[in-house]
């Protein structure tokens, strides 16, 4: 009896050494696979909120810059000013260089 109780003991002695070695030593149910989905969604979150402020800042500065331009098509289409008021100032607000009409520079 005392044999095979020794028995016994050494080959649950020897299952218990050979799990780790079988299973790998991350057997015990930790893992650090678990790292990687937070990880993972820290990641595509950040993506998310790097591309919409991105976006965001786009259309703010595309808006920014046309804002001025539609005020002045508003005054024009009320009749406030006329068309060469309208032309003079909307080259002002693009920035054209060129000069006026007739092709002078200023």
Do not use: C, K
Not at 18 to 32: E, I, K, N, Y
Not at 38 to 57: D, E, K, Q, S, Y
Request: proline share 4%.
């Amino acid at each position: 009896m005392t044999s095979s109780l020794a028995t016994a003991f050494a080959v649950q002695a020897a299952q218990l050494l050979a799990d780790p070695v079988a299973h790998g030593p991350w057997a015990g149910g930790f893992s650090p696979w678990f790292l990687l989905f937070p990880l993972f969604w820290i990641l595509v979150i950040g993506l998310i909120i790097f591309f919409a402020r991105r976006t965001w800042r786009r259309n703010h500065e595309w808006a920014t810059a046309r804002g001025g331009e539609s005020v002045l098509r508003e005054r024009y289409a009320r009749g406030e000013i006329d068309e060469t008021e309208y032309r003079q100032r909307l080259e002002v607000l693009r920035g054209d260089s060129r000069g006026d009409s007739r092709g002078n520079r200023r």
